[in-house]
C-alpha cells in the first residue's frame, strides 16, 4: 500500500521501549522513510542506531514539561506511549500524559493517538486503567484530532510471573470464573498501532486493539498444556483467595495482589471483547495464544524469571 505521505511525519513519543521500537520498525517496513519518522526519548543515546538509520531522534521527558513543546514541533501525527506501571503506582501517569498532549497541541500536532487499555472507564475494576480512561478524556479536551488505540493485555507478563511458577508448581490458580481475556502479543499490537497510524479517516475514533479469542483460564491452560506442561491442573478461587495461593507457587509478593486484581476485573468483564481492528490495521491474522505459548513458553522457563517491572 503506498504510504500517504500528508501523514507523515510521524512522531512517536519514547522511542526506547519495547512497544515503540516495534511500532518504529513496522513503520520503516511498511515503506515509511526513516527520515521521515521521529522519535522522541528520555535516553537519546540508546537510540543511536535509529538515529544513523535516519530517524530524528529527540530527545524529551513527560516529567519535565518544558523539553516538550520543541521536541513535538512539526509532526502531522503523534503516538503517546502510556506512561509505566511504576508512574502508574507512584500517581504521576496521567500528569505525564496531560503534560505531553498539552506540548503537542502548543506544537501545533494536528492529531493524537494514545496507547489506551480495554474498557476504559471511571467506574473499571481494572485499577490502573482508570490513568488511561482520564486521559482518553483529556485527549478529547484537547482540540486536536485523537485516535485511541485500546491495546488488550499482553500476555508476557503473565507468562512470566504467574504462568510459568504454575507450571513449575502443576497448577494453575485462577479467580477469574468464566471471565474472558482476550490477550493480544506486543508485536501484533505494534503492527496494529503501525497500521492504525498510516490509516486516514481515524479522526475521533476509538480502537478496541484485542487479541484474536477470548480466552477462559481453562483456555489458557489447555494452550500451556499445547505447549509442553501436559500435566498442568486448573483450580478456580475465589479472586480474594488467590493472591495467597500464588505466593505458595513463587509467584512474587508484589504481583500477586495485582494477579487478584485482574481475575476479579476479568470476572467483571473488563478484559472481555474480541474486535477485528487489530487484524484490519495489521493486514494479518493475529497470533493465537496457543501459537505464541508454543515459542514462549519453553524460551521463558530456559531462563530465570525478569525482573517485575523489566
Ligand atoms: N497492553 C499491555 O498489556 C501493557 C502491559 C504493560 C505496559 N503497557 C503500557 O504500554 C507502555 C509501553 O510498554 P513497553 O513494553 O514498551 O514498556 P517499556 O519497554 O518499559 O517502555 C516504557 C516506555 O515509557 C516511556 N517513558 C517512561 N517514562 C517516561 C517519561 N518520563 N517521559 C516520556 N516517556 C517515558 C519510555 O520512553 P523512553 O525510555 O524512550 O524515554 C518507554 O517508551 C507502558 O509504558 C504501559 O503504559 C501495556
Known amino acids: 500500500m503506498a504510504i500517504d505521505a500528508t501523514l507523515l511525519p510521524i512522531l512517536v ?36 542506531a535509529l538515529a544513523a ?28 506511549i502510556s506512561g509505566t506501571p511504576q508512574a502508574f503506582i507512584a500517581g504521576i501517569r496521567v500528569k505525564q500524559h496531560k503534560a505531553a498532549i498539552a506540548a503537542a497541541v502548543d506544537a501545533g500536532v494536528p492529531h493524537i493517538f494514545y496507547t489506551s ?7 473499571t475494576l481494572a485499577d490502573a486503567h482508570v490513568d488511561h480512561w482520564r486521559t482518553e478524556e483529556a485527549m478529547k479536551a484537547s482540540g486536536a484530532a485523537w485516535t485511541i ?22 497448577v494453575f490458580y485462577a479467580g477469574s470464573a468464566d471471565g474472558r481475556i482476550s490477550h493480544i502479543t506486543r508485536p501484533d499490537t505494534a503492527e496494529a498501532d503501525a497500521g492504525a497510524l498510516l490509516t486516514r479517516d481515524v479522526e475521533n475514533r476509538t480502537f478496541d486493539i ?5 480466552l477462559r ?32 507457587t513463587g509467584v512474587p509478593a508484589e504481583a500477586a495482589p495485582i494477579f487478584a486484581m485482574i481475575a476479579n476485573a476479568i470476572r467483571g468483564g473488563c478484559y472481555d471483547g474480541v474486535s477485528p481492528d487489530a487484524d484490519i490495521f495489521a493486514g494479518r491474522p493475529r497470533t493465537t495464544m496457543a501459537e505464541w505459548l508454543v515459542e514462549a513458553l519453553p524460551r521463558v522457563l530456559a531462563r530465570p524469571p525478569a525482573g517485575l517491572w523489566d
Open 149 to 170: 488505540l485500546r491495546h488488550w493485555e499482553w500476555p508476557d507478563w503473565h507468562l512470566e510471573h504467574h504462568w510459568r511458577h504454575a507450571v513449575d508448581h502443576g
Open 210 to 214: 484485542t487479541g484474536p479469542q477470548g
Open 217 to 248: 483460564a481453562s483456555d489458557i491452560v489447555d494452550a500451556l498444556r499445547g505447549a509442553g506442561a501436559k500435566d498442568l491442573k486448573l483450580v478456580m478461587l475465589e479472586p480474594g483467595e488467590l493472591a495467597a495461593k500464588l505466593l505458595q
Open 117 to 123: 487499555a480495554p474498557n476504559a472507564a471511571a467506574d
Open 13 to 48: 513519543t519514547g522511542g526506547a521501549g519495547k512497544l515503540a521500537r516495534l511500532i518504529l520498525e513496522a513503520l520503516i517496513a511498511r515503506g515509511v522513510p526513516p527520515e521521515r519518522l521521529i522519535t522522541t526519548t528520555r535516553t537519546p543515546e540508546r537510540l543511536a
Open 53 to 80: 538509520r535516519g530517524v530524528e531522534v529527540r530527545q524529551a521527558d513527560h516529567d519535565k514539561a518544558e523539553t516538550l513543546v520543541s521536541a513535538f514541533r512539526g509532526a502531522r501525527r503523534m503516538l503517546l
